[in-house]
């Protein structure tokens, strides 16, 4: 019976080895639709080391951009490979203070590469939702959720979530001054709201109230202006 139960766990190890190559490469290959010569490297994170993603790896890419690189790049970035500023500093918070998320059903908008996402699953939350318009960014949310063994579910428009939600969490969505409107679309479909942002210095928007603030620099490092590393973590009340 030992010797079965052993054969057991090493089947489903190497199902979850196999998981997490199928991802992997999944995720490269789209990767390289842009990048060609650029890859992806499991990468423990500056303020939260817990949570490993699939980043790009800078040292893989040497030398300028080709025209068509850069061409390509521009017009399908690969976002999801390098985990913003404000993904980080909102992982960070719910970490310190999982009560926010412990046995509640979470949707994390934008996900990205699912840093906030993941945290929240880590920190005790009893479903979460990452959700993203990006076929790339649901492909990376998969392979990220397997690096980390954490269950996550998966949706890639916000308009198909039905009913209402204990927490809704955001990390840079507002780079866009049309996604302002969603501020309201948290606010219907959730009890509360969690948002990291760091590039709208005020909302303008008397619901969301500033809860914290972190100095932190997208991962790899963008070497962006001093400004955008300066993200504020807003609260609202839903429904």
Same mark, same amino acid.
């Given at each position: 019976?030992?010797?079965? $139960?052993?054969?057991?766990?090493?089947?489903?190890?190497?199902?979850?080895? %196999?998981?997490?190559? %199928?991802?992997?490469?999944?995720?490269?290959?789209?990767? *390289?639709?842009?990048?060609?010569?650029?890859?992806?490297?499991?990468?423990?994170?500056?303020?939260?080391?817990?949570?490993?993603?699939?980043?790009?790896?800078? #040292?893989?890419?040497?030398?300028?951009?080709? *025209? /068509? !690189?850069?061409?390509?790049?521009?017009?399908?970035?690969?976002?999801?490979?390098?985990?913003?500023?404000?993904?980080?500093?909102?992982?960070?918070? $719910?970490? !310190? *203070?999982?009560?926010?998320?412990?046995?509640?059903?979470?949707?994390?908008?934008?996900?990205?590469?699912?840093?906030?996402?993941?945290?929240?699953?880590?920190?005790?939350?009893?479903?979460? $939702?990452?959700? %993203?318009?990006?076929?790339?960014?649901?492909?990376?949310?998969?392979?990220?959720?397997?690096?980390?063994?954490?269950?996550?579910?998966?949706?890639?428009?916000?308009?198909?979530?039905?009913? *209402?939600?204990?927490?809704?969490?955001?990390?840079?969505?507002?780079?866009?001054?049309?996604?302002?409107?969603?501020?309201?679309?948290?606010?219907?479909?959730?009890?509360?709201?969690?948002?990291?942002?760091?590039?709208?210095? #005020?909302?303008?928007?008397?619901?969301?109230?500033?809860?914290?603030?972190?100095?932190?620099?997208?991962?790899? %490092?963008?070497?962006?202006? /001093? !400004?955008?590393?300066?993200?504020? $973590?807003?609260?609202?009340?839903?429904?």
């Amino acid at each position: 019976m030992l010797g079965a $139960i052993k054969r057991d766990n090493l089947g489903c190890l190497m199902s979850n080895q %196999d998981l997490k190559f %199928d991802l992997l490469s999944d995720l490269r290959a789209r990767l *390289h639709r842009t990048l060609p010569r650029g890859d992806l490297i499991a990468t423990a994170l500056p303020e939260c080391p817990a949570i490993q993603l699939y980043l790009y790896d800078p #040292n893989k890419l040497q030398g300028p951009l080709s *025209h /068509e !690189e850069a061409q390509a790049a521009v017009e399908c970035p690969a976002y999801w490979s390098f985990c913003w500023a404000s993904g980080q500093v909102l992982a960070l918070y $719910i970490f !310190e *203070h999982p009560e926010t998320v412990r046995g509640k059903v979470v949707v994390d908008f934008g996900c990205g590469s699912a840093v906030v996402a993941i945290a929240a699953k880590m920190a005790g939350a009893k479903k979460v $939702i990452a959700c %993203d318009m990006d076929a790339d960014a649901i492909v990376a949310a998969k392979a990220n959720a397997a690096l980390n063994s954490v269950e996550l579910e998966y949706e890639s428009d916000w308009f198909n979530l039905a009913g *209402h939600y204990d927490l809704v969490v955001a990390a840079d969505v507002l780079y866009d001054r049309d996604n302002l409107i969603f501020l309201d679309h948290f606010t219907a479909k959730s009890e509360k709201v969690l948002l990291g942002d760091s590039r709208v210095k #005020n909302l303008a928007d008397t619901r969301y109230k500033v809860v914290g603030s972190e100095v932190c620099r997208t991962w790899p %490092d963008l070497n962006e202006f /001093e !400004e955008f590393n300066t993200v504020r $973590i807003y609260l609202s009340d839903g429904l």
